[in-house]
Nanobody, 127 residues
Framework: QVQLVESGGGLVQAGGSLRLSCAPS????????MGWFRQAPGKEREFVAA????????NYANSVKGRFTISRYNAKNSVVLQMNDLKPEDTTVYYC????????????????????WGQGTQVTVSS
Protein backbone atom coordinates (compact mmCIF):
# COMPACT_ATOMS: atom_id res chain seq x y z
CA GLN A 1 0.00 0.00 0.00
CA VAL A 2 1.39 3.37 -0.99
CA GLN A 3 0.33 6.47 0.92
CA LEU A 4 0.93 9.72 -0.90
CA VAL A 5 1.30 13.04 0.86
CA GLU A 6 0.86 16.31 -1.00
CA SER A 7 2.12 19.68 0.15
CA GLY A 8 2.60 23.19 -1.18
CA GLY A 9 -0.94 24.34 -1.78
CA GLY A 10 -2.11 27.77 -0.72
CA LEU A 11 -3.42 31.16 -1.77
CA VAL A 12 -1.81 33.15 -4.55
CA GLN A 13 -2.76 36.06 -6.77
CA ALA A 14 -3.45 35.57 -10.45
CA GLY A 15 -0.21 35.45 -12.38
CA GLY A 16 1.65 34.04 -9.41
CA SER A 17 3.28 30.66 -8.86
CA LEU A 18 2.96 27.68 -6.55
CA ARG A 19 4.97 24.51 -6.23
CA LEU A 20 3.18 21.32 -5.21
CA SER A 21 5.11 18.33 -3.92
CA CYS A 22 4.12 14.71 -3.51
CA ALA A 23 6.01 12.08 -1.60
CA PRO A 24 5.18 8.51 -0.64
CA SER A 25 4.95 7.74 3.04
CA UNK A 26 7.21 4.96 4.15
CA UNK A 27 8.61 3.83 0.81
CA UNK A 28 10.44 4.99 -2.29
CA UNK A 29 8.86 5.83 -5.60
CA UNK A 30 10.59 2.90 -7.30
CA UNK A 31 8.93 2.27 -10.65
CA UNK A 32 5.78 4.28 -10.00
CA UNK A 33 4.63 6.62 -12.72
CA MET A 34 2.99 9.67 -11.18
CA GLY A 35 0.13 11.95 -12.03
CA TRP A 36 -1.57 15.10 -10.82
CA PHE A 37 -5.30 15.60 -11.05
CA ARG A 38 -7.63 18.29 -9.78
CA GLN A 39 -11.27 18.37 -8.81
CA ALA A 40 -13.58 21.29 -8.18
CA PRO A 41 -16.74 20.85 -6.08
CA GLY A 42 -19.50 19.24 -8.10
CA LYS A 43 -17.22 18.46 -11.02
CA GLU A 44 -15.41 15.37 -12.23
CA ARG A 45 -11.76 14.87 -11.46
CA GLU A 46 -9.62 16.38 -14.19
CA PHE A 47 -6.21 15.30 -15.43
CA VAL A 48 -3.44 17.89 -15.04
CA ALA A 49 -0.05 16.27 -15.69
CA ALA A 50 1.81 12.97 -15.50
CA UNK A 51 5.39 11.71 -15.59
CA UNK A 52 6.79 8.25 -16.31
CA UNK A 53 8.74 6.38 -13.67
CA UNK A 54 11.99 7.13 -15.52
CA UNK A 55 11.14 10.81 -15.81
CA UNK A 56 11.80 10.68 -19.55
CA UNK A 57 8.19 11.17 -20.63
CA UNK A 58 5.53 13.65 -19.53
CA ASN A 59 1.98 14.51 -20.46
CA TYR A 60 -0.05 17.66 -19.82
CA ALA A 61 -3.63 18.78 -20.10
CA ASN A 62 -4.05 21.46 -22.75
CA SER A 63 -5.34 23.87 -20.12
CA VAL A 64 -2.01 23.87 -18.26
CA LYS A 65 0.49 23.25 -21.06
CA GLY A 66 3.18 25.90 -21.06
CA ARG A 67 2.31 27.03 -17.52
CA PHE A 68 2.78 23.88 -15.40
CA THR A 69 5.80 21.59 -15.26
CA ILE A 70 5.92 18.15 -13.66
CA SER A 71 9.27 16.81 -12.48
CA ARG A 72 10.46 13.95 -10.36
CA TYR A 73 13.45 13.75 -8.09
CA ASN A 74 13.96 10.10 -7.36
CA ALA A 75 16.96 10.82 -5.15
CA LYS A 76 14.71 13.01 -3.02
CA ASN A 77 11.79 10.64 -3.45
CA SER A 78 9.42 13.37 -4.59
CA VAL A 79 7.39 14.58 -7.53
CA VAL A 80 6.86 18.29 -8.05
CA LEU A 81 4.24 20.23 -9.98
CA GLN A 82 5.53 23.74 -10.66
CA MET A 83 2.59 25.98 -11.47
CA ASN A 84 3.28 29.36 -13.05
CA ASP A 85 1.01 32.09 -14.39
CA LEU A 86 -1.83 30.80 -12.26
CA LYS A 87 -5.37 31.77 -13.16
CA PRO A 88 -8.52 31.91 -11.01
CA GLU A 89 -9.85 28.90 -12.92
CA ASP A 90 -6.95 26.85 -11.54
CA THR A 91 -8.55 27.14 -8.10
CA THR A 92 -9.44 23.70 -6.79
CA VAL A 93 -8.08 20.71 -4.87
CA TYR A 94 -5.07 19.01 -6.45
CA TYR A 95 -4.40 15.29 -6.02
CA CYS A 96 -1.25 13.28 -6.52
CA UNK A 97 -1.58 9.72 -7.86
CA UNK A 98 0.71 6.75 -8.47
CA UNK A 99 0.63 3.67 -10.65
CA UNK A 100 2.83 0.65 -11.34
CA UNK A 101 1.22 0.04 -14.72
CA UNK A 102 3.47 0.35 -17.77
CA UNK A 103 3.78 3.95 -18.91
CA UNK A 104 1.53 5.08 -21.74
CA UNK A 105 0.90 8.70 -22.65
CA UNK A 106 -2.70 7.92 -23.59
CA UNK A 107 -3.36 5.98 -20.38
CA UNK A 108 -1.59 8.50 -18.14
CA UNK A 109 -4.54 10.88 -18.25
CA UNK A 110 -7.10 8.33 -17.03
CA UNK A 111 -8.11 8.18 -13.37
CA UNK A 112 -8.46 4.42 -13.62
CA UNK A 113 -4.74 4.09 -14.42
CA UNK A 114 -3.79 5.08 -10.89
CA UNK A 115 -4.18 2.80 -7.90
CA UNK A 116 -2.93 5.16 -5.21
CA TRP A 117 -4.08 8.67 -4.36
CA GLY A 118 -3.17 11.38 -1.92
CA GLN A 119 -5.63 13.34 0.20
CA GLY A 120 -5.33 16.48 -1.86
CA THR A 121 -4.08 20.00 -1.34
CA GLN A 122 -6.08 23.19 -1.90
CA VAL A 123 -4.92 25.77 -4.42
CA THR A 124 -6.71 29.11 -4.47
CA VAL A 125 -5.95 31.79 -7.04
CA SER A 126 -7.43 35.22 -6.43
CA SER A 127 -8.19 37.62 -9.24
Amino acid sequence: QVQLVESGGGLVQAGGSLRLSCAPSGRTFGRYSMGWFRQAPGKEREFVAAISWTGSSTNYANSVKGRFTISRYNAKNSVVLQMNDLKPEDTTVYYCAATLLAWSVSESLRESTYAYWGQGTQVTVSS
